[in-house]
């Protein structure tokens, strides 16, 4: 039998797929985040499949009832919005699913960090999708120092009410970067802000934030290491040798000052020691 992950629309419900919905039709089970709101999209959709609640506080006790349902037919685990396991329950049924050997179909569909990513117009060819930010200063100055360095897009989300705050930590931990807040995604006031993380946060100081919202911010920009020229290599290089360095450390250490490579900076040390043995 088969445990499929069905996404579900985060505000717009014409986001539910043809295949969702005749997934959603077929099976014996819906295992849903919260039976009132899969209800309410359901009866939308004329679907009456059973459905069961597999939430936050029983996604360990309700393991055996759902897999007791796949014994003998498929079940759909369903979230309030966009992909179940993305910040909504489902990774502690899913492993356990794979662990007993049971078929588990993944559905694509709706899920608010990808569509905020694609349409920030920050680069999409590398991305880190860390959730939500930890909502205490030290523990949230922690977490940002540990992402500090990284080159690829940062993808967070967060509640309207912490924004503001959420972009000034972001810019103390980062520097302040290109972003975009992406806010009610696919709803009647979807709205993209783009630009530097002071400039966003300046917007939002005057215009309060509601609704859903991504935070997307460019990666840490590339080190650009200043090229020495030919005098000041050899001079550093000589100061290393003279001070008893060998060569191979020297070169290395050197090549992530001075913009060279370590086998020219080699070349030049063989140079060096050649002129003094002539001298
Ligand atoms: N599973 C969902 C997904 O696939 O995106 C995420 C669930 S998480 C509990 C809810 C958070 O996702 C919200 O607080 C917000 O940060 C983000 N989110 C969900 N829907 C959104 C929307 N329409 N616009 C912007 N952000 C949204």
């Known amino acids: 039998m088969t445990l499929y992950i069905v996404p579900t629309p985060i505000g717009n419900l014409e986001d539910i797929t043809l295949r969702a919905l005749r997934v959603l039709k077929s099976v014996t089970l819906i295992a849903a985040e919260d039976t009132r709101t899969t209800r ?12 069961t609640s597999y939430h936050e ?9 759902i897999f007791a349902a796949l014994a003998s037919g498929d079940v759909a685990l369903v979230s309030d919005a ?78 309207p009410n912490r924004l503001v705050e959420a972009l000034a930590a972001l810019q103390a931990a980062l520097g302040d970067r290109p972003a975009c807040v ?10 993209f802000q783009r630009g530097r993380l002071s400039e966003i946060a300046a917007h939002y100081q005057q215009t309060p934030p509601r609704g859903e919202i991504v935070i997307v911010v460019g990666g840490a920009p590339p080190v650009v290491v200043e ?11 000589r100061a290393r040798l003279d001070a008893g ?10 090549a992530a000052e001075t913009g060279w490579d370590r086998r020219s900076i080699y070349g030049l040390g063989l140079e060096l020691a050649q002129d003094d043995s002539e001298s």
Request: net charge negative; charged share 30%; glycine share 6%.
């Open 245 to 254: 360095e060998p060569l191979k450390l020297a070169a290395k250490a050197l």
């Open 182 to 191: 992406a806010r009610e995604i696919t709803k009647l006031h979807e709205e």
């Open 82 to 159: 966009g992909t179940p396991g993305i910040n909504d329950p489902g990774y502690e049924l899913i492993r356990e699913a794979v662990a007993r050997g049971i078929r588990v179909e993944p559905l694509p569909g709706a899920n608010a960090a990808l569509c905020a990513l694609v349409a920030s117009g920050l680069p999409t060819d590398g991305f880190v999708y860390l959730g939500f930010l930890p909502k205490k200063d030290k523990a949230r100055a922690e977490f940002l120092a540990q992402v500090a360095d990284e080159p690829r897009t940062l993808i967070l989300y967060e509640s």
């Open 57 to 65: 506080h029983n996604k360990l006790t309700k393991l055996d009832a």
């Open 227 to 237: 090229t020495w020229d030919e005098d000041r290599v050899r001079a550093a290089l």
């Open 40 to 51: 309410f999209l359901l009866k939308h959709f004329e679907i009456s499949t059973p459905l």
